[in-house]
């Protein structure tokens, strides 16, 4: 008596790598802190809400990211930083897959609506909409500052933290959602300035591919300069210690854009994009502070 052995075709499960790289989680973790910090200096001490809001916030974070990796995924292909991606590498074979996983975060993040209150699940949505749909899908491939709209999907997560512990229609949550939105252009642009060949090369109309790197460094620095103004105007609210912290990396924030302006050459471009990180982490913790002692 023989017995026949039936072979299974394996299913691709895609590595946890791949899954962290079409969820942003980077970028994900930096929305969840924005939300945290800006919900704990309206005064938001409710653990429950607080845990609520950031699993909330880290859902709509990591679905409209999914929807930028499927939407982007012929772009993806033909920049040589982006080509080694899940999609456009191949390892995840069916892109609808995470068409359905980005569409189904973002609905999750809704469901925090009835215990934080919805205005504040309705700024994450508008936060994923801002970012998948005005920014990926209308805007990046017909301007190159495409970028600046697309700023205001950090503005929402920092509206959605303060309104889960106060209201959202006074000057502080308003500045604090503008400094989000400056600091988008200048830690992106300076980013473009080091990848302008990448862009050129796949048609994306990056403001350093469409204007050089030299008026890329002016916008920058003049960018920045507005960012910082708005993160001084924050102090008139956020007390002292806030601005102790905001005044002096602010400055030199500054300093450093001014330099990468009069030499607008990648090296100083790809220092700019790391400190603009460290810069508004700085402010969030300052944020955080100020309200704490």
């Given at each position: 008596?023989?017995?026949?052995?039936?072979?299974?075709?394996?299913?691709?499960?895609?590595?946890?790598?791949?899954?962290?790289?079409?969820?942003?989680?980077?970028?994900?973790?930096?929305?969840?802190?924005t939300a945290a910090a800006a919900a704990f200096a309206a005064g938001g001490r409710?653990?429950?809400?607080?845990?609520v809001l950031l699993a909330a916030c880290l859902a709509a974070?990591?679905?409209?990211?999914?929807?930028?990796?499927?939407?982007?995924?012929?772009?993806?292909?033909?920049?040589?930083?982006?080509?080694?991606?899940?999609?456009p590498s191949g390892r995840i074979g069916n892109p609808r897959a995470v068409l359905w996983l980005g569409l189904g975060l973002v609905i999750a993040s809704q469901a925090a609506g009835p215990l934080i209150g919805w205005l504040p699940a309705l700024y994450l949505l508008a936060g994923a909409a801002v970012y998948a749909g005005l920014y990926t899908a209308l805007l990046k491939r017909r301007t190159p500052y495409s970028i600046v709209i697309g700023g205001a999907a950090g503005s929402f997560a920092a509206l959605a933290g303060w309104e889960t512990a106060a209201s959202t229609w006074s000057p502080a949550p308003q500045l604090l959602a503008a400094v989000?939105?400056?600091?988008?252009?200048s830690h992106f642009w300076s980013l473009s300035i080091v990848l302008e060949q990448d862009y050129r090369a796949a048609g994306v109309p990056a403001l350093s591919a469409v204007a050089g790197a030299e008026r890329t460094a002016a916008a920058v620095w003049a960018n920045t300069l507005a960012l910082v103004a708005a993160s001084l105007a924050l102090a008139v609210y956020a007390g002292p210690v806030y601005l102790a912290v905001a005044l002096p990396a602010g400055a030199g924030f500054l300093l450093y854009t001014h330099r990468l302006r009069r030499d607008p050459v990648t090296a100083r471009a790809w220092l700019v994009f790391k400190l603009s990180g460290t810069y508004l982490l700085a402010l969030l913790a300052a944020l955080v502070l100020s309200t704490a002692v």
């Open positions: 008596m023989s017995t026949a052995v039936v072979s299974v075709p394996a299913i691709a499960v895609p590595a946890w790598r791949d899954v962290i790289t079409l969820l942003k989680l980077r970028i994900g973790a930096l929305v969840v802190l409710d653990g429950v809400d607080l845990l974070s990591s679905g409209a990211s999914a929807l930028n990796h499927y939407l982007d995924r012929d772009l993806d292909a033909r920049m040589a930083r982006t080509a080694g991606r899940p999609l989000l939105f400056l600091w988008t252009p």
